[in-house]
């Protein structure tokens, strides 16, 4: 870890990391292109679909940074058994979690889209049911890979997470298709198809991930001794670790689920518009995720090494590299923007609102990025009670209460919305940043 340059082990890292978690969000985009195909309604309920799952799968960042924290403090001081130990905890509550998110997804998923049954789109709504439903059948399988491959790019085994990854979405593209069209002979089972097509690829997935532990390619070992015998100092720790992560992360996810609703409630073409960018967003924060990722990791395994300067040094080269690469993308959204939007409906309505809207969502890509990798070192340091309590705030000032006085008593519409957006990033940044260089991070334990 000490040798090399800070850039270099950044790329290195993080270039895996972006391919990999941007993998399944690409994969999303195209399903949702081909959902749009069959009409708007469908697009909309399965987009708010994969929100709710979204929104759920952050109750397992406790255990997916948690872990991660606590590995990559121990593969730092080079604590292999500890590092395995805790790792198989985590899976252990991961796996009981799973049984009941299934449940949840799949009886209460009419409750959840009653949501948007006001907004007149009763299409909508029973898409979204029916596919909600089908991903409840996979659940387990889907879960417990997601928190086993989240752990293993946690330890810094990019190269085997993007393989698994890819695998899984590798084969949801051509499946997905297949099912949904009904091409070549297949059944046409339209949304249906797309979440029966996302289950066959994860439970793929679910046992490459299972080849990769138990044959030692990783820097973990799946022991099932660890997995079958609860310590529950061990789960305390992972708590500490990762409880308040997991609420930052809920509390995000469900203030986003919040502003989609508010979208809904304007049309079903503005959440149609709304829809087109959280799945653009969702791609680009795979891609800072994998920076900030990656500026965890080198946090954690520096600081574990007792190589504070390092660490700093590091953390300021990997906020240089998400700032470059943020205005790289925002350039592209701004001048691509009618061509991007067409990617995912051909509808005249849908694309005169979001041209207009997508100049304000290119320039929120700027802080957005920024405070992705600041979030990134300062996560991996342990300061995750500052961050759980700045998304907070900023979740409840911003895209609850100000979105809800923009969204109906304004004319601003979806444009409005992503302007709140820009100016919670862009506050955040400036706090997240100013926390970075008081320095109290460098001598915290987890």
């Known amino acids: 870890m000490?040798?090399?340059?800070?850039?270099?082990?950044?790329?290195?890292?993080?270039?895996?990391?972006?391919?990999?978690?941007?993998?399944?969000?690409?994969?999303?985009?195209?399903?949702?292109?081909?959902?749009?195909?069959?009409?708007?309604?469908?697009?909309?309920?399965?987009?708010?679909?994969?929100?709710?799952?979204?929104?759920?799968?952050?109750?397992?960042?406790?255990?997916?940074?948690?872990?991660?924290?606590?590995?990559?403090?121990?593969?730092?001081?080079?604590?292999?058994?500890?590092?395995?130990?805790?790792?198989?905890?985590?899976?252990?509550?991961?796996?009981?979690?799973?049984?009941?998110?299934?449940?949840?997804?799949?009886?209460?998923?009419?409750?959840?889209?009653?949501?948007?049954?006001?907004?007149?789109s009763i299409e909508a709504q029973r898409a979204g049911v029916s596919y909600l439903r089908i991903v409840a059948l996979f659940a387990p399988i889907i879960i417990t890979n997601f928190t086993a491959v989240g752990v293993i790019r946690g330890a810094g085994?990019?190269?085997?997470?993007?393989?698994?990854?890819?695998?899984?979405?590798?084969?949801?593209?051509?499946?997905?298709?297949?099912?949904?069209?009904?091409?070549?002979?297949?059944?046409?089972?339209?949304?249906?198809?797309?979440?029966?097509?996302?289950?066959?690829?994860?439970?793929?997935?679910?046992?490459?991930?299972?080849?990769?532990?138990?044959?030692?390619?990783?820097?973990?070992?799946?022991?099932?001794?660890?997995?079958?015998?609860?310590?529950?100092?061990?789960?305390?720790?992972?708590?500490?670790?990762?409880?308040?992560?997991?609420?930052?992360?809920?509390?995000?996810?469900?203030?986003?689920?919040?502003?989609?609703?508010?979208?809904?409630?304007?049309?079903?073409?503005?959440?149609?518009?709304?829809?087109?960018?959280?799945?653009?967003?969702?791609?680009?924060?795979?891609?800072?995720?994998?920076?900030?990722?990656?500026?965890m990791t080198l946090m954690g395994k520096n600081l574990g090494a007792e190589k504070r300067k390092l660490a700093e040094r590091t953390a300021k080269t990997a906020g240089w590299v998400g700032f470059a690469f943020s205005l790289f993308v925002a350039t592209f959204l701004a001048i691509f923007s009618r061509s991007i939007l067409y990617f995912f409906t051909p509808e005249s309505a849908v694309l005169a609102i979001g041209v207009n809207a997508m100049l304000v969502f290119a320039i929120v890509q700027v802080p957005k990025a920024v405070d992705s990798v600041v979030i990134g070192?300062?996560?991996g340091a342990g300061d995750l009670k500052w961050l759980m309590y700045m998304t907070m705030t900023g979740v409840f000032l911003f895209e609850v209460c100000l979105n809800w006085v923009i969204a109906f008593h304004t004319s601003l519409a979806v444009t409005g919305l992503w302007l709140v957006h820009l100016l919670d990033e862009s506050l955040r940044l400036g706090a997240n940043y100013w926390r970075f260089k008081g320095g109290r991070w460098k001598f915290i334990k987890v």
């Open 2 to 120: 000490g040798h090399g340059s800070p850039l270099k082990n950044i790329l290195k890292t993080s270039l895996l990391a972006v391919i990999d978690l941007s993998s399944q969000t690409i994969m999303f985009m195209i399903e949702a292109i081909l959902i749009g195909r069959i009409s708007t309604a469908a697009f909309a309920g399965q987009g708010l679909a994969i929100q709710v799952v979204i929104s759920f799968l952050t109750i397992l960042i406790t255990f997916i940074v948690g872990s991660s924290l606590i590995v990559a403090r121990h593969l730092g001081a080079e604590e292999r058994h500890a590092a395995n130990h805790v790792f198989g905890q985590a899976l252990m509550i991961s796996i009981v979690i799973s049984f009941l998110f299934a449940l949840i997804w799949f009886f209460g998923g009419v409750q959840l889209f009653k949501l948007i049954e006001e907004s007149g």
């Open 157 to 295: 085994d990019t190269h085997l997470s993007m393989l698994v990854n890819v695998c899984i979405n590798g084969l949801n593209l051509i499946l997905a298709p297949l099912f949904i069209f009904g091409w070549f002979m297949f059944p046409r089972w339209e949304v249906e198809g797309a979440a029966i097509a996302l289950g066959i690829s994860h439970s793929v997935g679910f046992l490459i991930t299972l080849y990769i532990l138990r044959t030692r390619k990783s820097s973990l070992f799946l022991s099932f001794r660890e997995l079958t015998r609860p310590n529950f100092q061990t789960f305390k720790r992972l708590l500490n670790a990762g409880v308040p992560t997991t609420i930052e992360q809920l509390v995000w996810a469900i203030g986003m689920l919040i502003v989609s609703i508010y979208a809904a409630r304007l049309g079903e073409k503005y959440l149609a518009v709304h829809i087109i960018f959280i799945r653009i967003q969702n791609i680009l924060s795979m891609a800072y995720l994998g920076f900030s990722l990656t500026a």
């Open 377 to 379: 070192n300062l996560r």
